[in-house]
């Protein structure tokens, strides 16, 4: 991979404390990805099909936004986290 795809995912790798299992964090980090690549409107059907998923099942994946009891905010935290421990080592 690149070294900015292995950075992003080592960040968004802090999320998984954010989800209860394994493959909600895996899913969240699967769409998160289809973000930066989706061009256009941004919709779940869209990111879904830009993953290579239009074919399968969408039901987790609504799920994921509906139904999983994770905060959005703590979504923010590592991604902050780094920033600031980055900022106060770059003067």
């Not at 899913?27 to 099909?49: D, E, K, M, V, W």
């Not at 935290?77 to 770059?90: A, D, F, G, M, T």
Request: glycine letters at 4%.
């Amino acid at each position: 991979m690149s070294p900015l795809l292995d950075a992003l995912i080592a960040l968004l790798a802090d999320w998984r404390q954010v989800f209860r299992q394994q493959r909600s964090f895996g899913r969240a980090l699967r769409l998160s990805l289809a973000q930066i690549l989706t061009p256009g409107q941004r919709s779940l059907s869209r990111l879904i099909a830009s993953s290579g998923r239009q074919d399968l099942d969408w039901t987790a994946d609504y799920k994921l936004f509906s139904r999983s009891p994770w905060q959005t905010e703590q979504l923010f935290r590592p991604v902050i986290k780094h920033c600031l421990e980055y900022s106060n080592s770059h003067p």
